[in-house]
């Protein structure tokens, strides 16, 4: 069973920068694509980024293109996926999760199968 606890959120104005941290444990955890997801009231859940179990990543959305960078650690006991966020916008307002795709091995991107999700931490970008 992987567990994902989302760290890092807070309060920032527009153009500044926020690091999110989503520490991973449990079986397995490792061997998993991660991706981060972020949602706001009325809105579906957003799909942000994801990052193979080697650390790779591409298929970010084209709204964080270029702003947001995904990185991985998967040393023993410091297992986390890291999302470097720059240049925020009010638009970026939202709750983040980030999530363990279900399929050890497997990378699918934006369209995998996501089975663990964290609780979420709040980002509040202000104009």
């Known amino acids: 069973q992987v567990q994902l606890v989302e760290s890092g959120g807070g309060s920032v104005q527009a153009g500044a920068s926020l690091r999110l941290s989503c520490a991973a444990s449990?079986?397995?955890?490792?061997?998993?694509?991660m991706a981060w997801f972020r949602q706001t009231p009325g809105k579906g859940r957003e799909f942000v980024a994801p990052?193979?179990?080697?650390?790779?990543?591409?298929?970010?959305a084209d709204s964080v293109t270029g702003r947001f960078t995904l990185s991985r650690s998967n040393a023993k006991d410091r297992r986390a996926v890291h999302l470097q966020m720059t240049n925020l916008r009010p638009e970026d307002t939202a709750v983040y999760y980030c999530?363990?795709?279900?399929?050890?091995?497997?990378?699918?991107?934006?369209?995998?199968?996501?089975?663990?999700w964290g609780v979420g931490t709040q980002v509040t970008v202000s104009a």
């Open positions: 999530a363990s795709e279900s399929r050890i091995y497997y990378y699918a991107g934006p369209r995998g199968e996501y089975d663990t």
């Open positions: 449990g079986r397995s955890s490792d061997s998993r694509a």
């Open positions: 990052v193979t179990r080697t650390g790779g990543n591409f298929d970010y």
